[in-house]
C-alpha cells in the first residue's frame, strides 16, 4: 500500500504562543484517482497540530489523474513538485497570506 509523501518546512515568524507554524507540503493519492500535491500551514503544539479549516494558507499545487498511486510515483511526483526554489515561492506566498489576513483583521474587514 502507497503510503503520502510529506516534508515539514518550519515557519518561525508565524509562530504562535504556544505552537510552531509549519507549512506541510505533502503528495499522496487523490480519491477521485490519480495523485495530488498540496501545502499547507499548520501549528504543531506537543501532542497536536492544529489548522483553521477556511482559515489557514492551503493550496493544491498539482494534480495528476492519469498517474497509479504507488509509493514510487508519489515519491517522485513529490521530489519533482517541491524544488528547494519551489518550497521558497511557497513559503513567501503563505506569510504573505497571513500578512494580507492580519492587515484586514486591523482594518476591521
Same mark, same amino acid.
Given at each position: 500500500?502507497?503510503?503520502?509523501?510529506?516534508?515539514?518546512?518550519?515557519?518561525?515568524?508565524? +509562530?504562535?504562543? +504556544?505552537?510552531?507554524?509549519?507549512?506541510?507540503?505533502?503528495?499522496? #493519492?487523490?480519491?477521485?484517482?490519480?495523485?495530488?500535491?498540496?501545502?499547507?500551514?499548520?501549528?504543531?503544539?506537543?501532542?497536536?497540530?492544529?489548522?483553521?479549516?477556511?482559515? +489557514?494558507?492551503?493550496?493544491?499545487?498539482?494534480?495528476?489523474?492519469?498517474?497509479?498511486?504507488? $509509493? #514510487?510515483?508519489?515519491?517522485?511526483?513529490?521530489?519533482?513538485?517541491?524544488?528547494?526554489?519551489?518550497?521558497?515561492?511557497?513559503?513567501?506566498?503563505?506569510?504573505?497570506?497571513?500578512?494580507?489576513?492580519?492587515?484586514?483583521? $486591523?482594518?476591521?474587514?
Amino acid at each position: 500500500m502507497a503510503t503520502n509523501a510529506k516534508t515539514l518546512v518550519p515557519l518561525p515568524s508565524l +509562530d504562535k504562543e +504556544d505552537a510552531k507554524a509549519i507549512l506541510t507540503l505533502v503528495t499522496n #493519492k487523490h480519491s477521485g484517482g490519480g495523485l495530488y500535491s498540496a501545502a499547507a500551514v499548520e501549528f504543531h503544539s506537543p501532542g497536536s497540530i492544529s489548522f483553521e479549516l477556511c482559515g +489557514d494558507y492551503r493550496r493544491v499545487v498539482f494534480r495528476n489523474p492519469a498517474i497509479r498511486a504507488t $509509493q #514510487k510515483n508519489i515519491q517522485q511526483q513529490h521530489a519533482a513538485i517541491f524544488s528547494e526554489t519551489f518550497i521558497g515561492v511557497l513559503a513567501s506566498e503563505a506569510l504573505a497570506f497571513y500578512k494580507e489576513k492580519e492587515r484586514q483583521a $486591523q482594518r476591521g474587514e
